[in-house]
């Protein structure tokens, strides 16, 4: 290659590439009420493979897979990330500050279906307040059943430059 299209060719503007890679864990939005409220499930299968690296067995119950604790904390934390960037349209990239309160009431297995229900408290410049209610729903149950509660807050900040 002659050294004149080596030259241009290192001159030429890079197009823009993601700064990082974004992994989802919920499945679906079920309801979306802007600025308010987001409704999100994730449907558990035993093909996960975190599932297979986790059965937290006691003397009184067979060893089974369940969900850990961190990836529900992590479902609603999409969900009301979502929420609190649609808000304010997607303008700041949203970040989780801080998880205020996590009460979960028992453990989840393959086959159930986990509904995020976040809701908007407060938003301002900074950031956002979300507080969500999590229900599971399971082919055995006769109607979804309360997990538990989850209160998170969030920080807007500038999107990520390249090269920072």
């Known amino acids: 290659m002659p050294s004149s ?37 994730k449907a558990v299968s035993l093909s996960e493979s975190h599932l297979h690296q986790h059965f937290p067995g006691r ?25 609190a960037g649609h808000a304010r349209g997607f303008v700041d990239d949203v970040v989780l500050a801080k998880l205020r309160k ?30 969500g209610s999590i229900h599971v729903r399971d082919p055995a149950w006769d109607g979804p059943r309360e997990l538990g509660s989850i209160g998170l807050m969030f920080a807007h900040v500038p999107p990520q430059r390249e090269g920072l």
């Open 102 to 131: 996590a009460e979960l009431h028992f453990e989840v297995l393959p086959g159930a279906t986990i509904e995020f229900d976040a809701r908007l408290t407060n938003i301002d410049d900074s950031g956002a307040s979300v507080e």
């Open 5 to 41: 299209a080596s030259s241009s060719a290192s001159s030429a503007p890079r197009p823009k590439r993601a700064s990082r890679v974004r992994w989802l864990w919920i499945d679906r939005i079920l309801a979306l009420e802007p600025g308010e409220r987001l409704v999100a499930c």
């Open 59 to 83: 003397e009184s119950e067979e060893a089974m897979p369940v969900v850990p604790a961190p990836l529900i904390i992590e479902g609603m934390a999409q969900a009301g990330g979502l929420l």
